[in-house]
């Protein structure tokens, strides 16, 4: 009967569906994924390293000779013989059919500037994706905080405000108060849906003092980038 086929395939189609919703779960990136990740941004979990000014060293030129002036031969019905050149090292001038040897001066390597320090101890880069802890039925700010060892650095504070929920006054709490992020992971929440404003996060030391430059966050309510993701790393 035409309801047993139609029975037969749905239960074939079944755990081919269940295989493409693990593949999407496993890697998001895959072009069956309606709603893959949405990068504006990258961020890198390790410090760079800062070059340092280099000397190039060049191979000092070794002395030419530089002919200056060669003999005209002339037209004449009989062969005459033209002089061969001669090496005169003393001559102050240049006589004809001699060449003159001149001495170039040795360059020297100039020092190139390095990058200069930035007047925080620490700086930043956002990553805008799409919150593969909560999905789409999410919005907030989260992130993380490196050390000069590479190692995460629980405890220094995280402040956040700007537009509604979080207000001029915002939100201040210690990182490593959202560990599945990492050890040092912090998060803020801002509504149970895509929103959309702008917000501003900075680190504070001990004293209160800013130890962190200001970093701007604007989100536009798109569920691919849901989730602006910070990552501090000290520098000196």
Not at 141 to 154: N, T, V
Not at 224 to 233: E, K
Request: proline share 13%; hydrophobic share 35%.
């Amino acid at each position: 009967m035409w309801y047993n086929r139609l029975a037969l395939l749905l239960l074939v189609l079944t755990p081919i569906v269940l295989a493409c919703y693990l593949l999407i779960f496993l890697i998001p990136t895959l072009p069956l994924n309606p709603f893959p990740p949405y990068v504006q941004a990258l961020a890198t979990f390790a410090p760079t390293l800062t070059p340092q000014p280099t000397v190039t060293r060049t191979a000092t030129p070794t002395d030419t000779s530089t002919p200056t002036s060669t003999p005209r031969p002339t037209w004449t019905p009989t062969l005459t013989l033209t002089p061969r050149p001669t090496l005169d090292l003393k001559t102050t001038g240049t006589p004809r059919g001699s060449v003159l040897a001149t001495r170039t001066s040795t360059p020297t390597a100039t020092p190139t500037a390095g990058p200069t320090k930035s007047p925080f101890t620490y700086t930043a880069e956002v990553l805008y994706q799409r919150a593969q802890l909560y999905g789409t039925n999410w919005s907030g700010i989260a992130g993380l905080i490196f050390g000069l060892d590479l190692k995460h650095q629980p405890g220094i504070g995280v402040k956040a405000w700007g537009d509604a929920p979080l207000g001029p006054e915002g939100q201040l709490l210690p990182s490593g108060t959202a560990p599945q992020y990492g050890p040092s992971g912090f998060e803020f929440t801002l509504g149970d849906k895509p929103v959309s404003g702008k917000y501003n996060v900075q680190l504070l030391g001990s004293t209160g003092e800013p130890i962190s430059p200001i970093v701007e966050i604007e989100l536009k309510g798109d569920p691919r980038a849901n989730l602006a993701y910070i990552i501090f790393r000290q520098n000196h």
